[in-house]
Nanobody
């Protein structure tokens, strides 16, 4: 069992920055493929970014490329999402997700086994 807890959400003006964290309660964090998803009001959950276990390759949805950076600290069982140049359309509940081993298609929510409760990110002027 893996417990995921997000933190770092909040309200920020357009152009601002936030750093989200996802802490995992597991001994073998380095064996997890990790991802960030978000859901805006009235919309479906969408993929934001992911980092694979075996090759440490990162993926981003097109709308956040160049603005968001996903990273992981295996020593501290934590994943991060640095979000810069935030836009109004980045508003939503951001959730982290985890899957054992190497997940090739990291954009699909069904490929993840564990989910956090989510943290609210609001971009507003």
């Amino acid at each position: 069992q893996v417990r995921l807890v997000e933190s770092g959400g909040g309200m920020v003006q357009p152009g601002g920055s936030l750093r989200l964290s996802c802490a995992a309660s597991v001994r073998t964090f380095s064996s997890l493929t990790m991802g960030w998803f978000r859901q805006a009001p009235g919309k479906e959950r969408e993929f934001v970014a992911s980092i694979r276990w075996s090759v440490d390759v990162t993926y981003y949805t097109d709308s956040v490329k160049g603005r968001f950076t996903i990273s992981r600290d295996n020593a501290n069982n934590t994943m991060y999402l640095q979000m810069n140049s935030l836009k109004l359309e980045d508003t939503g509940v951001y959730s982290c997700a985890a899957a054992w081993g190497d997940v090739v298609i990291t954009t699909r929510p069904a490929n993840y086994n564990y989910w956090g409760q989510g943290t609210q990110v609001t971009v507003s002027s």
